[in-house]
């Protein structure tokens, strides 16, 4: 069973529509993270939310932490193809602080 | 550097070869983490370091794989006697301390197992 769901598993879209994709858990996390990751290369951080309720933007993309910190979504407003990747959600659970991640996200914007 | 280094980039091994990857961090950074990612899937943990010591190994598939960082900076990630099964991008993170600060990764080395 994995820990975080996410969802859709695969998305694509015309370049200006806009999209929100889901990271859900039944277990409670201190904080949540989510990271895009393009071909070929590592996952980049985006951004870390840590209150329940918290809304934190990065330019186009608006990330939400759920009130009861169990699940987040990220809201992409007038997709770019920029934005095509693999959007990962991780959260730490256990000892050592390790980061579990999702299945990811598979986002294609078409130009 | 700035970034966290990964090589090689690419590796196609023979089964029952043993292989070497190496990670080097971004200097001053405590904790190092590899993980396993298969094709179009989330990374999976293997182990975490803190400075030279390994304080999680949970994740490591089998007594094949080992990993080292022995004087807590550059970390090596051995598998012996691979499998098709080891076929995957083995990434390297690492990070200032708490998870809150995030993970800086690596470009990740690409193993294929013949």
């Known amino acids: 069973t994995q820990l975080l769901e996410q969802s859709p598993q695969f998305l694509s879209i015309q370049e200006g529509e806009n999209l929100t994709v889901y990271c859900n858990s039944s277990?409670?996390?201190?904080?949540l993270q989510w990271y895009r990751q393009e071909p070929g290369e590592g996952p980049v951080l985006l951004v870390t939310v840590v209150t329940g309720g918290e809304v934190k933007k990065l330019k186009r993309l608006t990330f939400q932490f759920g009130d009861a910190r169990k699940d987040s979504s990220l809201h992409i407003t007038a997709a770019q193809p920029g934005d095509t990747g693999l959007y990962l959600c991780a959260g730490p659970k256990g000892a050592n602080s390790k980061l579990t991640f999702g299945k990811g996200i598979t986002l294609s914007v078409r130009p | 550097g700035a970034g966290v280094s990964q090589s090689p980039r690419y590796k196609v091994a023979k089964r029952g070869q043993d292989v070497a990857l190496r990670c080097d961090p971004i200097?001053?950074?405590?904790?190092l983490f590899w993980y396993q990612q298969a094709l179009g899937q989330g990374p999976e943990f293997l182990t975490y370091f803190q400075n030279e010591a390994q304080l999680d190994k949970s994740g490591l598939p089998s007594d094949r794989f080992f990993a080292e960082r022995p004087e807590g900076s550059v970390s090596t990630l051995k598998i012996q006697r691979t499998q098709q099964e080891d076929s995957a991008v083995y990434l390297c993170?690492?990070?200032?301390?708490?998870?809150?600060?995030?993970?800086?990764f690596g470009s990740g080395t690409r193993l294929t197992v013949v």
């Open positions: 993170a690492s990070s200032l301390g708490t998870v809150d600060y995030g993970y800086t």
């Open positions: 200097s001053g950074h405590v904790s």
């Open positions: 277990s409670v996390f201190s904080s």
